[in-house]
């Protein structure tokens, strides 16, 4: 089976911009979550899809926001950005929902906000 | 309301020495544990999971953990450290109650000295 893929890799944009993010879950997998990764916070977790709809929501503004497809599939994003959204982001799928499903990591998007 | 606290930003060890991450974790409701590992430059990948069966989990390249509800504790463990063990590890507590939502470690970076 492939596994989580991301895109893009690498993105580099300017504060005030916005981005989009994509992440593509292993086939059969309807929980898409997304993280935020930074040297001086962590891993933080941003949001849970499943079936279309959110189902968990972190500590994040309004500017980041997501949606899933019927097919799974995912965006996130970000609105008006700012220095400090420089990171990682990653995306996560499972099986289902539910703290016990194990997650399967894409590699990630590097943004880089200047 | 969960919480987990790796008690070691980095831990140093030589190639063929054990190896002991330890993760002390909170949680209001009975959880999920995992340890993931994420190599540099790479997404995350699961090492091993805890779901409430047995308290002694065995997962990929050697490493196993122990859950130990008197003490809250989720420590890795790994015999003989290899090279390629080198890179930062993170512990993560899941409510089963709730869907999906995962609050990670601060990450333990481990060295590996040949």
């Known amino acids: 089976k492939a596994g989580v893929t991301q895109t893009p890799r690498y993105l580099i944009k300017t504060r005030g911009q916005q981005v989009t993010l994509s992440c593509s879950p292993i086939?059969?997998?309807?929980?898409v979550s997304w993280y935020q990764q930074t040297p001086g916070q962590g891993l933080q977790f941003l949001f849970e899809?499943?079936?279309?709809?959110?189902?968990n929501k972190g500590n994040f503004p309004g500017r980041f926001s997501g949606r899933q497809f019927s097919n799974s599939r995912s965006e996130m994003n970000v609105s008006t950005l700012e220095l400090g959204d420089s990171a990682l982001y990653l995306c996560a799928s499972s099986l289902n929902t539910g703290g016990a499903y194990e997650q399967y990591f894409g590699p990630g998007t590097r943004l880089t906000v200047t | 309301a969960q919480s987990v606290t790796q008690l070691d930003s980095h831990v140093s060890v030589s190639e063929g020495t054990p190896v002991l991450l330890r993760c002390n974790y909170s949680?209001?409701?009975?959880?999920?544990l995992f340890w993931y590992v994420q190599h540099p430059n790479k997404g995350l990948q699961l090492l091993l999971k805890?779901?409430?069966?047995?308290?002694l989990v065995k997962g990929i390249n050697g490493f196993e953990a122990e859950f130990k509800k008197s003490e809250t504790s989720f420590h890795l463990t790994k015999p003989s450290a290899h090279m390629s063990d080198a890179a930062e590890y993170f512990c993560v507590v899941s409510d089963n109650t709730n869907a999906g939502k995962s609050t990670f470690g601060d990450g333990t970076t481990l060295t590996v000295k040949p």
């Open positions: 805890y779901t409430s069966a047995a308290t």
């Open positions: 086939s059969g997998h309807r929980s």
């Open positions: 949680s209001s409701y009975s959880p999920s």
């Open positions: 899809y499943f079936s279309e709809t959110q189902r």
